[in-house]
């Protein structure tokens, strides 16, 4: 079993619509949790990085951290055909603390 | 600000040669990060160096190793090639402000390809 699983997707929405992604992890150990869009042959960008439980908003990004339940979410409101490409979650923490684990990551396409 | 820089973009190489990519960091990034990407695997952390120094490692063989110099650029070396060492390489520098902010800007990547 993988450390980190990630919703594999694709996922397709019309422009406007709220976008919910999601990961799962196993390691309790993880504190630091990231998200990160990558465009189709370009390197990623990194969206949101957050601290332990709770929720992080960054203009149309909303990043949860749920660490009881082992389980991170990246909303984005108002989606945009800009918006579409492929989203990673990442964290990392304990013993390798600068070691992060990505998941496989979900491609979004927003149609216009 | 100029981004962060790889050398080679592109490279193919013949299987038991050996490599060396280049990074440069973002200037007053001091933390460089590599990692490889392919379709099978995903994205894999290498290792990440800090003021010369290897501070985290990677699951990878001995075959994979790095430095980093003075001026925080980075190389990555990997020995003895493979088929399956084939992917995207990136590097990314980052930094922690005085504000707690944290800083993280990947490169484009170099395409190694191994026959």
């Known amino acids: 079993q993988k450390e980190v699983e990630q919703d594999p997707g694709p996922l397709s929405v019309p422009e406007g619509a709220i976008v919910s992604l999601n990961c799962t992890y196993s390691?309790?150990?993880?504190?630091?949790f990231m998200w990160y869009r990558q465009y189709s042959r370009k390197g990623p960008e990194l969206l949101m990085y957050t601290y332990s439980s709770g929720n992080k908003e960054d203009g149309r990004f909303t990043a949860q951290v749920d660490k009881s339940s082992k389980y991170i979410s990246l909303f984005i409101r108002d989606s945009q055909p800009s918006d579409s490409a492929t989203y990673l979650c990442a964290m990392k923490g304990g013993t390798n603390a600068g070691k992060s684990t990505f998941g496989d990551g979900t491609t979004l396409t927003v149609k216009p | 600000k100029a981004g962060v820089t790889q050398t080679p973009r592109y490279l193919i190489k013949t299987r038991g040669q050996q490599v060396t990519l280049s990074c440069s960091p973002i200037s007053g990034h001091r933390s460089v990060s590599w990692y490889q990407q392919t379709p099978g695997q995903g994205l894999q952390f290498l290792f990440e160096y800090f003021s010369e120094t290897q501070r985290n490692k990677g699951n990878f063989p001995g075959r994979f190793s790095g430095r980093q110099f003075s001026n925080s650029r980075s190389e990555m070396n990997v020995s003895t090639l493979e088929l399956g060492d084939s992917a995207l390489y990136l590097c990314?520098?980052?930094?922690?402000?005085?504000?707690?902010?944290?800083?993280?800007?990947f490169g484009p990547g170099t395409r190694l390809t191994v026959t």
């Open positions: 990314a520098s980052s930094l922690v402000r005085t504000s707690g902010t944290y800083e993280q800007y």
């Open positions: 390691n309790s150990a993880f504190q630091y």
